[in-house]
């Protein structure tokens, strides 16, 4: 349940919106997503039953994702969508080992889901999804995240304050910003979540078939491109040449050629190192990543994006140390703002740092006490370091500042604990 406050990512192509106060717009991203959700028909193959679950179009020549266990021991696929259109499905692939399909329709398909990143998510991020329950075709639910970070057969997934029911399986999960960050699994018998399995968890499997992550559309907005003034040697009119190319580019694999030969065309092209260090992070390329992320720091030690995005990157592999060295540097750019002191605090107390922890907390706080995220970091921290009725205190104000959170139960029953140890 730990979080960390989530950034900007400023590029060309890739953006991730921060988590904010403002409404989300399930109206909005119902709109855009419902052409691109699929009802998914088949009959089980040594009984002949119906079987019914959902999936979501994901690449124009007629891909769709769903589940595996929609797809294992079924037969005769074919896909109804909201409108009444039909096709015929052909199953590509199905990787049990982390629960995805992957299916083909009978011709090409116009709507298409924009694919996001289920890693940057948070405690309480909200979520919309689109599945059809047997019944109840197209159904639009809302909720949140419970818990952006559980295993779940050895894979990676999330829990979800979202309802489902039989035939739910298969249904996409939208966020804030209507991107498809993973379809349900299936819910959690002990208690009232739902299972969303990662769209992250399908990326080797697109990768492979250079399907996914896009944008969505191959339209480049004018702004998004660079315009090379006169004067450039050829070296720099190829550079720029190449990263126009990675601007417009629809899949990870070809956005990364585009534009590392723009970075070997020229090293102190910021722009293309710092985009190229996006899609390599989006493609599991922790490491890449890592690399082209210090080189833009070198190129630009002015730009806060790009220490973030490397200390959020440092702190998935776990990397503490130089997670916090990373993001003491942002404090120095930023050293007002709460989610500076807020992403320091939580390096400091996965390294087990928690008297920094502390401090770092209890400053975010200053600049912005009314951050119920902040108050459960710091009452972690102090529950790390004995400091129970401190712990106690803080648990109690994130319930105050978040009484329909998710996570309610949970923390009154870490406050439970904390007051029983007490004694």
């Keep these: ?17 921060s988590a904010s106060g403002e409404a989300v717009d399930i109206e909005g991203i119902v709109a855009r997503n419902l052409p691109t959700v699929v009802l998914i028909h088949g009959k089980r193959q040594d009984n002949g039953a119906p079987v019914q679950g959902s999936g979501c179009v994901i690449h124009p020549a007629g891909y769709i994702l769903a589940t595996a266990h929609q797809a294992q021991g079924v037969r005769d696929f074919s896909a109804k969508f909201a409108d009444g259109a039909t096709t015929e499905l052909e199953l590509v692939e199905v990787r049990p080992e982390v629960e995805f399909a992957l299916f083909k329709a009978s ?8 694919v996001g ?39 990676e997934v999330l829990l979800a304050s ?13 966020d804030r910003d209507g991107r498809l960050i993973g379809l349900i699994s299936g819910g959690l018998n002990e208690v009232d979540f739902t299972i969303v399995n990662k769209i992250n968890n399908a990326f080797p499997m697109l990768h492979a078939r250079s399907l996914l992550p896009t944008e969505g559309s191959s339209a480049v907005a004018d702004e998004d491109v660079l315009v090379p003034v006169a004067g450039l040697s050829e070296s720099e009119l190829r550079a720029i040449e190449a990263y126009n190319r990675g601007v417009r580019a629809t899949t990870l694999p070809e956005k990364i050629e585009a534009y590392g030969l ?27 990543a890592i690399a082209r992320y210090r080189q833009a720091d070198a190129l630009r030690p002015d730009a806060l994006e790009v220490k973030r995005n490397l200390g959020r990157l440092y702190l998935k592999n776990k990397a503490y140390g130089e997670a916090v060295a990373v993001f003491e540097s942002a404090l ?29 907390f209890k400053a975010s706080l200053a600049s912005n006490g009314e951050a119920p995220v902040v108050h459960f970091n710091l ?12 712990a106690i205190a803080h648990f109690q104000a994130y319930l105050s500042l978040s009484p329909t959170a998710p996570d309610v139960e949970q923390v009154q029953k870490m406050i439970a604990q904390l007051q029983a140890s007490s004694k």
């Design 162 to 174: 979202l309802t489902a029911t039989h035939g739910s399986s298969g249904g996409p999960v939208f």
């Design 332 to 360: 120095a750019l930023a050293p007002d703002e709460a989610q500076s002191h807020n992403d320091l605090g939580e390096a400091h107390r996965r390294a087990g740092n928690f008297a920094d922890a502390v401090t770092h």
């Design 379 to 390: 009452a972690l921290a102090y529950a790390n370091s004995g400091q129970a009725s401190d």
């Design 262 to 288: 723009a970075v070997t065309l020229l090293p102190a092209f910021y722009e293309a190192c710092f985009n190229l260090a996006i899609a390599e992070a989006r493609s599991g390329d922790a490491d890449g």
């Design 1 to 17: 349940m730990n979080r960390i406050g989530m950034g900007i990512f400023i590029a060309c192509v890739f953006t991730v919106s």
């Design 117 to 155: 990143d289920a890693s940057v998510l948070r405690g309480g991020a909200p979520l919309v999804s689109i599945a059809s329950p047997i019944n109840l075709e197209f159904t639009t639910v809302s909720g949140t995240v419970a818990n952006p970070n559980k295993t779940y057969d050895n894979y």
């Design 107 to 114: 011709r090409p398909l116009t709507h298409v889901a924009i």
